[in-house]
């Protein structure tokens, strides 16, 4: 049975590779149809042998990482999915089988020199020292991570395709750093580059045709530059000092603020309190001295005695007294020991 090419594989739009029958007829139909079956000796079957041997190599297995690119005379002609196939022997058609799944790696601003623990590193600073929007100079680097998306594209379209990819990395990571301040870019909008870095880049690679996908991109060390590293330590330390004082000092106003003002409210009350106290007072005084006046104004000298002796017991409840029987008035020695009498008793112990 001959070897078929089952081309329902959506990868490419190429003929299929004709089978061995077809490639044995076509032979003998260049030769006019006298194309020998027999040689004297053995050199027809070592011919034969030769011919099966190289129409042999035209068999090959695509891994399941990879995809099959077949070339014929230098022309891509059609792609195979993972598993066996067959092609046309060299030199006719040629294979290429790129690793489509292999997701590749691309350090940018840095190289590394050894895995070891630790791991050693090579800073360039050609690639990683790049200008922010307020005019700063900054040391980015970074890695990008892409896998092959398109094969032929990938292969043909460009001649260096890694050096190509890290060229459109660093503009565009040096074009996203342009637009921002130094402060986002040391602290909290490294996110936010990365994503943006890896948009930019995914879209200049597919406008060039490049058939690579962008799978990450990493921010791994920002710094400001050796020279000034200090200078920005001093300006961070005192921003932080800054943002403590000014910590501190809210904690402070959320302190005594609402002491403050519940004192305030109680001082409020009370006065409140006591101002309705006073009015009620004055008011009840006003209307007993107007009820006295009435009175008064109706029988003088009942109200008159009816006031005095109001004054005397409000008065004399707050004194001793001695009562003394003027019937035996007569009878007592005028040297009464009175001061013994007005001792108040002593409290119980």
Same mark, same amino acid.
């Given at each position: 049975m001959p070897w078929e090419y089952n081309g329902d594989d959506n990868q490419g739009g190429g003929p299929q590779p004709p089978d061995l029958e077809d490639?044995?007829?076509?032979?003998?139909? +260049?030769?006019g149809g006298k194309f020998p079956t027999k040689l004297p000796g053995g050199i027809g079957i070592?011919?034969?042998?030769?011919?099966?041997?190289?129409?042999?190599?035209?068999?090959?297995?695509?891994?399941?990482?990879?995809?099959?690119?077949?070339?014929?005379?230098?022309? &891509? !002609?059609?792609?195979?999915?993972?598993?066996?196939?067959?092609?046309?022997?060299?030199?006719? =058609?040629? &294979? #290429?089988?790129p690793r489509v799944t292999q997701v590749k790696r691309l350090e940018i601003g840095f190289r590394s020199i050894s895995q070891a623990t630790p791991a050693r590193y090579q800073v360039v600073p050609h690639e990683s020292l790049m200008l922010t929007g307020d005019e700063n100079i900054v040391d980015a680097q970074f890695i990008v991570q892409y896998r092959i998306k398109d094969p032929v594209n990938y292969l043909?379209?460009?001649?260096?395709? =890694?050096?190509?990819?890290?060229? &459109?990395?660093?503009?565009?990571?040096? =074009? #996203?750093i342009g637009k921002s301040v130094i402060d986002e870019v040391l602290t909290v909008g490294k996110f936010k580059i990365q994503q943006e870095v890896k948009t930019l880049l995914q879209k200049i690679l597919d406008r060039y045709q490049l058939g690579v996908?962008?799978?990450?991109?990493?921010?791994?060390?920002?710094?400001?530059?050796?020279?000034?590293?200090?200078?920005?330590?001093? !300006?961070?330390?005192?921003?932080?000092?800054?943002?403590?004082? #000014?910590?501190?000092?809210q904690g402070y106003q959320n302190?005594?603020?609402?002491?403050?003002?519940?004192?305030?409210t109680q001082m409020i009350?009370?006065?409140m309190a006591s101002k309705s106290e006073m009015i009620n007072i004055a008011q009840g005084?006003?209307?007993?001295?107007?009820?006295?006046? +009435?009175?008064?104004?109706?029988?003088?000298? &009942?109200?008159?005695?009816?006031?005095?002796? =109001?004054?005397?017991?409000?008065?004399?409840?707050?004194?001793?007294?001695?009562? #003394?029987?003027q019937k035996v008035q007569q009878n007592l020695l005028p040297l009464l020991p009175i001061d013994p009498l007005r001792l108040k008793k002593q409290p119980a112990k």
């Open positions: 490639v044995i007829k076509k032979i003998k139909q +260049r030769f070592i011919l034969l042998f030769i011919l099966i041997g190289w129409l042999a190599t035209g068999f090959y297995i695509v891994g399941p990482d990879e995809l099959g690119v077949v070339q014929r005379f230098g022309k &891509v !002609v059609y792609t195979t999915n993972p598993g066996p196939h067959w092609h046309m022997p060299t030199p006719v =058609e040629t &294979v #290429i089988k043909f379209n460009v001649a260096d395709q =890694e050096k190509s990819v890290r060229d &459109v990395a660093e503009a565009s990571m040096r =074009e #996203i996908a962008v799978v990450a991109v990493q921010l791994q060390d920002v710094h400001p530059p050796k020279a000034v590293i200090e200078a920005f330590k001093d !300006v961070a330390s005192a921003k932080e000092n800054k943002i403590k004082l #000014i910590n501190e000092s302190d005594i603020l609402p002491k403050a003002k519940g004192k305030a009350n009370q006065a005084d006003a209307a007993r001295f107007l009820s006295n006046l +009435r009175g008064y104004r109706q029988a003088p000298s &009942v109200t008159r005695k009816r006031m005095y002796l =109001e004054t005397m017991e409000t008065v004399l409840a707050k004194v001793d007294k001695i009562i #003394i029987d």
